[in-house]
């Protein structure tokens, strides 16, 4: 069975915008990258590393430099794509993408509270607690649109399924990067940001539940006859 899912809701989202303007530059990018054969796991890992040193700043209270560095660090995410795209798609380069995301994500929200960790290693823990609870919807959600053949173009050509929601890509680094210019409303960012996390992590499963539940419905009826 092949499920071609839609889901127009995320197509408003602010990841949504951003997508339609930086894709085409990007490609550019990317192909005078491949000329100078630098792979998409090159970009993955050099994005990793930046987004570390980040964290490291962030930790030092070297806030606006933390920033920059984050950019720069989600600059080359975003390239590992381009580069694959005009390649290939591999199933390891989709692993590392997403996994080495979640760290540097979560790696920098700890740097706040390694920087003042009376302020804001409470809200710091709850963001880092939400952020679970988007990773793991969306990767549970991935692996059974896997085992259903389902598919979806609404961030082009991936290597897993890719469901949208409130908190997606682009408002995480906004998110981080406001944390980085705005550091003493770190936890004011911080618990707003968590709560957006927990309403995305809702709406996966009320997703999941129509998904699967009417696929599971299905098989029972088809046993059934």
Same mark, same amino acid.
């Given at each position: 069975? !092949?499920?071609v899912?839609?889901?127009?809701?995320?197509? *408003?989202?602010? &990841?949504?915008?951003?997508?339609k303007?930086?894709?085409?530059?990007?490609?550019?990018? %990317?192909? $005078? @990258?491949l000329?100078?054969?630098?792979? @998409?796991?090159?970009a993955?890992?050099?994005?990793?590393?930046?987004?570390?040193?980040?964290?490291g700043?962030v930790?030092?209270?070297?806030?606006?430099?933390?920033? !920059?560095?984050?950019?720069?660090?989600?600059f +080359? &995410? %975003?390239?590992?794509?381009?580069?694959?795209?005009?390649?290939?798609v591999?199933?390891?380069?989709? *692993?590392?993408?997403? !996994?080495?995301d /979640?760290?540097? $994500?979560a790696?920098?929200? /700890?740097? +706040?509270?390694?920087?003042?960790?009376? @302020?804001?290693a409470l809200a710091? #823990? /709850?963001l !880092?607690?939400?952020?679970?609870?988007?990773?793991?919807t +969306?990767?549970?959600?991935?692996?059974f649109?896997a085992?259903?053949?389902?598919?979806?173009?609404?961030?082009?050509?991936?290597?897993?399924? =890719?469901?949208g929601?409130?908190?997606?890509?682009?408002?995480?680094i906004?998110?981080?990067?406001?944390?980085?210019? *705005?550091p003493?409303w770190?936890?004011?960012? %911080?618990v707003? =940001? @968590?709560?957006?996390?927990?309403?995305?992590?809702?709406?996966?499963?009320? #997703?999941?539940?129509?998904?699967f539940?009417?696929?599971?419905?299905?098989?029972?009826?088809?046993?059934?006859?």
């Amino acid at each position: 069975m !092949v499920c071609v899912a839609d889901d127009k809701g995320s197509r *408003f989202m602010l &990841d949504a915008i951003i997508r339609k303007r930086i894709d085409p530059p990007l490609a550019e990018i %990317a192909r $005078y @990258a491949l000329k100078w054969r630098i792979s @998409a796991t090159t970009a993955t890992i050099t994005g990793f590393v930046l987004g570390l040193a980040a964290t490291g700043l962030v930790a030092s209270e070297v806030y606006l430099p933390a920033a !920059v560095m984050l950019l720069l660090s989600r600059f +080359f &995410d %975003a390239l590992d794509g381009a580069i694959a795209r005009q390649s290939r798609v591999t199933d390891l380069g989709g *692993f590392l993408d997403i !996994v080495l995301d /979640f760290i540097v $994500y979560a790696s920098v929200v /700890f740097g +706040f509270a390694l920087a003042d960790p009376a @302020a804001n290693a409470l809200a710091a #823990a /709850f963001l !880092v607690t939400s952020f679970i609870a988007t990773a793991s919807t +969306f990767l549970a959600y991935a692996v059974f649109a896997a085992k259903h053949d389902m598919t979806t173009d609404i961030r082009g050509w991936k290597s897993l399924y =890719y469901l949208g929601g409130l908190t997606e890509g682009t408002e995480t680094i906004l998110c981080l990067v406001l944390m980085c210019v *705005f550091p003493a409303w770190f936890s004011t960012i %911080a618990v707003v =940001y @968590a709560v957006m996390c927990w309403i995305t992590a809702g709406t996966r499963v009320a #997703a999941a539940v129509n998904t699967f539940g009417e696929i599971d419905r299905a098989a029972t009826a088809g046993t059934a006859e």
